[in-house]
């Protein structure tokens, strides 16, 4: 049985970094390249899976291969936990302990629904390769349906999720303030390569513009 | 190669040929990652999954967080959780979006907790995963005071049960799908750190030290 909603979602420890802001789930889905998804096995024992992830409005899209008992279980219905993350700076205090990071995370619980409308199934698609680039989802080649026999997607709704963002320099004590020890934080982000072409790409086909407008943090 | 990781759990079952059981190449992997992810099941049998950092010594991978902590309560000692670890190291586009996929490497390790109790190893995790967040650090920043340490929990799993996938290379796509005319290859990313920010705080004078100027995870290669 699911716990109460509310109580999943409150942010016990540093309930200062909870962000009720409704628009900020939601971003962090989006920003985030992949995320976690986390469930319960046969044997009652927790499983987690990397994956990559798309948002249309209030629901999250996953997408696996039918013959994963992963796939099987989530699509089947499976009470699911999906953590997105961001780091954006390295926070260091003067003290090991105060050490932390400037990161915003979405956790998002519920339980998924196989899609199997096609126009769903071919929006989805198209979201997620829209969201590991936007743009992309114009030029690649949609779907066939011998593709769907391999793949399923599942849909989830955001409808409990919460979001936690630390923002700002270290918190030392301040009797630590004086110590002899550098503080700050170091902003880190996401920069991208050169792209390289396929070594089969056929002769003449320029390496989009899209390529170049890749930010994420 | 060191296979006594495998088990039905870690053996990598979707595109086989890219599981990594070698504990070389898994402990490398959760050395460069910055964070991880942890799961578990909580009381009501359903389950959670957190952002944190974790820090590996030889053949254990540890979790820290506060007494007060709802996660460090919920897994605090003999209690089954999985860790996974994601770095991306570039975006594959193929022609079709079926075949889009990235270059990536994962790790997923499997254990029951234990908490950590012994003073001289929780001096030396405390130290550890200070230094996983800047290589180095731990020398310099002021370590945990006897109170600091109490309002702390570590707990540890062994490595005995852990995989990794690693996915690398150019797109490859049926015949049929070669010919469109569509651009396919590698968009590599690669996480890089910006200006260090000075501590409004800072006492004057405090110079920034070489491995917050030269910041990179261990392992990767430099920019």
């Known amino acids: 049985m699911s716990a109460d909603p509310g109580e999943r979602t409150t942010i016990h420890r540093h309930p200062e970094r909870a962000d009720q802001d409704p628009a900020t789930v939601p971003r962090i889905l989006d920003e985030a390249l992949t995320c976690t998804v986390a469930w319960v096995d046969a044997e009652g024992r927790p499983r987690a899976l990397p994956t990559i992830h798309a948002r249309i409005d209030d629901t999250l899209y996953l997408h696996g291969s039918r013959a994963a008992r992963a796939w099987k279980a989530i699509a089947g219905g499976a009470e699911i936990c999906i953590v997105a993350m961001l780091i954006d700076e390295l926070v260091l205090a003067r003290t090991s302990p105060h050490h932390s990071m400037n990161y915003r995370s979405a956790v998002v619980y519920g339980h998924a629904r196989e899609v199997t409308d096609p126009e769903e199934l071919y929006a989805a698609a198209r979201a997620i390769t829209h969201h590991v680039l936007p743009g992309r989802e114009r030029d690649a080649a949609e779907p066939r349906d011998k593709d769907w026999r391999e793949t399923l997607i599942v849909g989830m709704p955001i409808t409990e999720a919460s979001a936690k963002v630390r923002a700002g320099p270290p918190k030392d004590d301040t009797s630590d303030l004086d110590l002899d020890v550098w503080a700050g934080t170091l902003p880190l982000r996401t920069v991208v390569g050169d792209p390289i072409p396929s070594p089969d790409l056929r002769e003449g086909i320029a390496a989009p513009d899209y390529l170049d407008g890749y930010r994420r943090p | ?223």
């Open chain 2, 1 to 223: 190669m060191t296979t006594e990781a495998l088990t039905p759990r870690t053996r990598v079952r979707r595109l086989p040929e890219l599981g990594v059981y070698e504990r070389d190449q898994i402990k490398a992997i959760l050395d460069e990652a910055l964070y991880c992810h942890l799961a578990w099941v909580a009381a009501d049998g359903d389950p959670r999954v957190i952002p944190t950092i974790h820090t590996r010594i030889d053949d254990t991978l540890y979790v820290h967080g506060s007494n007060a902590s709802t996660t460090l309560r919920g897994i605090r000692g003999g209690v089954p959780i999985a860790i996974a670890v994601t770095i991306v190291d570039g975006i594959r586009f193929a022609r079709s979006m079926f075949e889009h996929s990235m270059n990536y490497r994962t790790v997923i390790v499997y254990g029951t907790t234990q908490e950590v109790t012994d003073p001289t190893e929780l001096a030396r995790v405390f130290d550890a995963i200070t230094d996983q967040v800047a290589p180095g650090r731990s020398a310099d920043a002021r370590r945990p005071t006897d109170e600091e340490l109490r309002q702390t929990t570590f707990v540890k799993v062994s490595l005995d049960e852990c995989s990794a996938k690693v996915s690398e290379g150019f797109p490859e796509e049926p015949d049929d799908d070669l010919a469109l005319d569509v651009w396919a290859g590698i968009l590599p990313l690669r996480t890089t750190p910006g200006v260090p920010q000075d501590d409004p705080l800072l006492k004057p004078g405090t110079p920034q030290p070489p491995y917050v100027t030269n910041w990179r995870r261990p392992g990767a290669t430099p920019a």
